[in-house]
């Protein structure tokens, strides 16, 4: 998305964006491990409004969406699992 297409939506702080994961999709996360994944990468993509980073709700989705594995109906679907 170009700078020139952005549309004017609400962007969530960052202890707002860890509440809204959790509430949203039963992700565990804290607004400290937000803070963590900033700086070492990992994490979803942010805005920063002078010091305070803002996180718009689609890429919180598309993040945690990332993170999922497929549905399984036992641990020893897994590909981790599968004997080495």
């Known amino acids: 998305m170009h700078e020139r297409e952005l ?3 609400r962007m ?3 202890a707002e964006a860890a509440e809204y994961v959790r509430e ?6 804290a607004a400290r491990t937000l803070a963590k994944l900033a700086c070492i990468g ?4 942010f805005r920063r409004a002078t010091r305070f980073p ?3 709700v689609r890429h919180l989705d598309e993040w945690v969406r990332a993170k999922l594995t497929r549905t399984v109906r036992s ?3 897994y590909p981790e699992a599968a004997p080495k």
Do not use: I
């Not at 949203?24 to 996360?29: E, F």
């Not at 990992?42 to 993509?45: D, E, Q, R």
């Open 75 to 77: 641990t020893s679907e």
């Open 24 to 29: 949203s999709w039963g992700y565990p996360l």
């Open 54 to 56: 803002l996180y718009e």
């Open 12 to 14: 969530l702080r960052r």
């Open 7 to 9: 549309t004017r939506q």
């Open 42 to 45: 990992g994490g979803p993509p």
